[in-house]
């Protein structure tokens, strides 16, 4: 009966991890799919910040009716969706 409840208890954990980066993957978009919402979408609002290996960009992207924090370096774009 121990083992069980053990077994039970390690399978909701799991399915909630599952569902946890579900949910943070859907409010994430990078690579292509970024540079297209900064191309796209209406920017906001832009600054940019000197760091240790070149330049990154901000944007605050207006993207089908939400709004994005989009960073972009050399080697990546990322967006984040605001809440």
Do not use: H, P
């Not at 909701?12 to 540079?35: H, K, R, Y």
Request: with cysteine.
């Amino acid at each position: 009966m121990r083992y069980f409840l053990i077994a039970v208890c390690a399978t909701t954990l799991i399915e909630a991890s599952f569902a946890n980066n579900e949910a943070l993957n859907e409010s994430m978009v990078s690579g292509i799919e970024a540079e297209k919402m900064i191309r796209e979408g209406t920017v906001m609002n832009s600054f940019s910040k000197d760091v240790q290996y070149g330049v990154k960009y901000y944007y605050s992207v207006l993207y089908f009716g939400y709004t994005w924090l989009c960073e972009q370096a050399t080697y990546r774009t990322t967006c984040y969706l605001e809440q």
